[in-house]
């Protein structure tokens, strides 16, 4: 069977998602061939991001963050808006991402469970008031807020848990769904790739450039770019019917 068939035939695509699904926007990816994890850093940027690194040295923390992880002049790409269209016609649940990038919202998505955060909510560690992201970008060293408090972006930092209702959502829509898409994601990130164990539905799909854990348990595997594969695939809206 072939994806066009397999969505052909879908009602309730849900769509699982991670650093892959921006490459093809220019944001590196952790894990890819050209992703941040390859390149040299004096300290892992798995210890950057995380919480206990955050509150030790937020100076470096944001160095890295600003230069590496917001990337706000990026722009959605094929899958980006294929997804979009095909909740619009009715054919997609929900999108599930490991992205913080806000993407799948730029392209015109609208139910979107972003289980790590977003780049585009920053609040103050102390009173709580809310910045935009271009507040950080603007910025020099450590945010800071009116009231003197840290402003920290609303990305959840490894050692941090997930919010609980993001959870709730992603996890019953993923049951719901007929057919699971999962794409740009090296599964390696806990809990956010144990959610994949929670479909029942009939066509676990994999779109991933490089192998991953799951390839042996779909439905379809494609180890080819998803923005590519997406992009081919008809939107499903009326108006684009030829
Ligand atoms: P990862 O970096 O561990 O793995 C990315 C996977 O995507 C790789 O296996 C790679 O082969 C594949 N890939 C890259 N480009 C692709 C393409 N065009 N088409 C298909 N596959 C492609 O990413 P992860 O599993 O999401 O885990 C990384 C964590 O880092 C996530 O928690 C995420 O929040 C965060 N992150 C987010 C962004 C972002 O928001 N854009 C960017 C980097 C990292």
Redesign the pocket.
């Known amino acids: 069977m072939t994806l066009l068939d397999i969505v052909n035939n879908s009602r309730r695509i849900v769509f699982f998602g991670?650093?892959?699904?921006?490459?093809?926007s220019g944001?590196?990816?952790?894990?890819?061939?050209d992703?941040?994890y390859r390149m040299k850093y004096a300290v892992p940027p798995e210890t950057i991001i995380s919480a206990s690194y955050f509150h030790a040295h937020p100076e470096e923390f944001f160095r890295f963050y600003r230069d590496k992880?917001l990337?706000l002049n990026a722009q959605p790409n094929a899958a980006h808006k294929k997804l979009a269209q095909w909740e619009r016609a009715g054919k997609l649940l929900a999108v599930v991402t490991?992205?913080?990038?806000g993407?799948h919202q730029a392209a015109g998505s609208r139910r979107v469970y972003e289980l790590?955060g977003s780049v585009h909510r920053n609040h103050c560690l102390a009173c709580k008031k809310s910045y935009p992201a271009s507040f950080i970008v603007r910025s020099s060293g450590v945010p800071r807020c009116s009231c003197g408090g840290i402003v920290k972006p609303d990305v959840v930092l490894y050692e941090e848990p997930l919010d609980g209702e993001v959870i709730e959502g992603a996890l019953a829509a993923i049951a719901s769904a007929d057919t699971l898409i999962v794409?740009?994601?090296?599964?390696?990130?806990y809990p956010?790739?144990s959610f994949v164990s929670y479909f029942r539905g009939e066509n676990l799909v994999l779109?991933?450039?490089?192998p991953?854990p799951l390839d042996g348990q779909c439905t379809l595997v494609l180890h080819?770019?998803?923005?590519q594969v997406l992009g081919a695939l008809p939107s499903y809206l009326p108006e684009d019917t030829p």
Request: net charge negative.
């Open positions: 991670g650093a892959g699904v921006s490459t093809e944001i590196p990816d952790f894990r890819g061939q992703g941040l992880m990337a490991q992205n913080i990038d993407l790590h794409a740009g994601t090296s599964l390696t990130v956010a790739a779109i991933n450039r490089d991953t080819e770019k998803v923005g």
